[in-house]
């Protein structure tokens, strides 16, 4: 009886990391995704008005960017 129930709690746990893993993996790529989205959405309003942009990655992890669009004279 022990053993089985050390089997089930290996279960339990294996199952709330995979849990864990995946809800993890889904917000990482719905982040990247809506980040990708704004940025393109800022180029293409830039262009729009004839302008020359300049996007800047300043931190990977955290997906942080400086953003400007600057005129063409």
Do not use: W
């Not at 864990?20 to 790529?29: D, E, G, H, I, R």
């Not at 989205?37 to 020359?52: N, W, Y």
Request: net charge negative; hydrophobic share 35%.
């Amino acid at each position: 009886m022990k053993t089985s129930m050390l089997k089930n709690n290996k279960t339990i746990v294996a199952s709330i990391c995979a849990t864990a893993l995946l809800t993890s993996s889904f917000v990482v790529a719905s982040s990247r995704y809506f980040h990708d989205k704004e940025i393109d959405t800022l180029v293409a309003k830039c262009e729009e008005q004839h302008g020359t942009y300049d996007v800047t990655m300043t931190d990977a992890l955290t997906n942080s960017y400086s953003f400007q669009c600057l005129p063409n004279d």
